[in-house]
């Protein structure tokens, strides 16, 4: 079985009616799993998570698109999280039995779908056509919609020809605004709580892990003050999981919050995550070197 | 989706034309899935692994009993391993929503199929309706096939009025022999190396864990010596493997061994396991309280 996961970012977060609408779409879709669906009232803005196999997760995601279209309007929202329209961002991602190369043209079958609706189209991650253009405006460390500019600024951006549309017309559509599609690794997001309240700590800890002051290369880290924990957390983001592993990371900032006699609190994984970023925790704490994911019996079922 | 597992364990190990005619069964049957099937000479034992809803998993069994009835011949069986039958033990295991209730019930059913086919039936483990017998014979850490005694003395055994089989007739059946059917949680070997070639470092931590001598309630242990690794071993099999999770197994023995300056060299799990068992390892080691089996993408596409 192949299984395909799709996150899409709609901008809609404080009417749930609405949300709740486009989520129906996916929920009755034939052979797609939802596995959450979370609104974000001050980013304005929800995250749909599905999954299933390659021809259901598509189809089911370019009815929600249809119906995402109808439902928003762009011209009336307003929220913290940069967005470029209604369908805002919508990655593809790999679960099992997937390749990449297969997970880019899903991602760019969807983007003809949304081109052929009169949708300008930006390709991001390993779906990105135009490498080129992100490595040479230096800031392909930056999410897609801060590159681009965001909704307020499109229609300018649109009559740049360094900006020309992967899909779709280079035309402004006021209503909709473009949309970002992309295949890329699964995105974990780990955070390590420290029982200090002293947030300069936490903040040391994350330059030392994170790629831009000299860490792990895939992965980004800042620090954090968690009020009503009475403590500080180290919020970490990584889409290469294999490179990085989970332990990897946790014992580095074990050992370096010990430099200030600080103790690790807890941990928590945020969302969803598969079982091959799971298997590292088993094989590095058991040292159960030669353990496989076909072992677990969970796994099995859907092989 | 409930899940039940069955690993029927039946006396052929040395004829593998006969074990693949017999698994064959079970490859063909709707609705499960093989996990494993292995086969010991020295035993001439064979163990099948499948799971699936219970319905398929049950109907299986059923034709896959019924196989191994035409095929094996217990006059012509010798073996290493304590047995009573062609089809020795049928043990039933809940993997997914079910309750050990539901599990019970399907065992029952299995037992009474066996015994309108002329089988003698005894139930063990959570199926046994009579528990009085089994501890009145103060042995309920043995296997059934010991308490029963063995094939060659299972006539004598259908005589004694103590030992009426729970279902099918009190005949000795010489081609059948009797069969035991059970109903018990995941059984889950767990195998940890040392870096030492002194046997009675393990055989001294292998009787600090286990239940027999002080350990844990329900563990069994052994000292192993591993000689082609050059190390020893404890070897250990736990049931109600969410009484003594696998972390606290490990850091006992990590602890014991460090009294006589050894380290742990690796550790195995043999075998299919839940991932119920598992998520103990992250919350353990991770300090992930809060991580939940429902964020882990693979099972969710089985819920």
Redesign the interface.
């Known amino acids: 079985m192949k ?1 395909l ?1 799709c996150t899409p970012n709609i901008c809609e977060g404080t009417n749930l009616e609405i949300v709740a609408n486009i989520a129906d779409v996916i929920r009755n879709a034939e052979g797609v ?1 939802v ?1 959450d669906v979370s609104s974000d009232a001050n980013h304005n803005r929800s995250v749909l998570t599905y ?1 299933g196999e390659i021809e259901p997760v598509l189809q089911a995601t370019e009815k929600m698109a249809a119906k995402t279209l109808a439902l928003i309007d762009m011209t009336q929202h307003k929220g913290a999280h940069p967005r470029v329209g209604a369908v805002d961002a919508v990655p593809f991602i790999p ?2 039995n997937l390749e990449m190369e297969e997970v880019v043209q899903v991602a760019h079958r969807f983007g003809r779908f949304m081109g052929n609706l009169g949708i300008p189209v930006y390709y991001y991650g390993e779906a990105d056509p135009n490498p080129e253009r992100s490595r040479a405006k230096n800031d392909s460390g930056k999410l897609m919609q801060d590159r681009l500019g965001q909704y307020e600024s499109l229609e300018e951006r649109l009559e740049d020809p360094d900006w020309l549309p992967d899909e779709g017309p280079p035309i402004f559509n006021p209503k909709s605004g473009a949309v970002t599609v992309g295949a890329r690794t699964h995105l974990i997001c780990f955070n390590v709580d420290l029982h200090t309240t002293d947030l300069s700590i936490a903040k040391r800890i994350a330059k030392a892990v994170r790629h831009s002051s000299g860490g792990y290369r895939d992965v980004k880290a800042i620090g954090l003050a968690m009020e009503d924990r009475g403590m500080v957390q180290v919020s970490m983001m990584t889409t290469r999981y294999l490179n990085t592993p ?2 990897r990371l ?1 014992e580095t900032i074990r050992s370096e919050a010990a430099r200030y006699g600080v103790n ?6 945020n ?5 091959s970023a ?1 298997m590292e ?2 094989r ?8 496989s994911v076909d ?9």
């Open positions: 299984v996961m799993k596995m999954l679960v099992k989970i332990p946790l690790v609190a807890g941990s928590e994984i969302g969803p995550i598969p079982l799971l925790v088993f590095h704490y058991l040292q159960a070197h030669s353990f072992q677990i019996i969970e796994n099995a079922l859907i092989s």
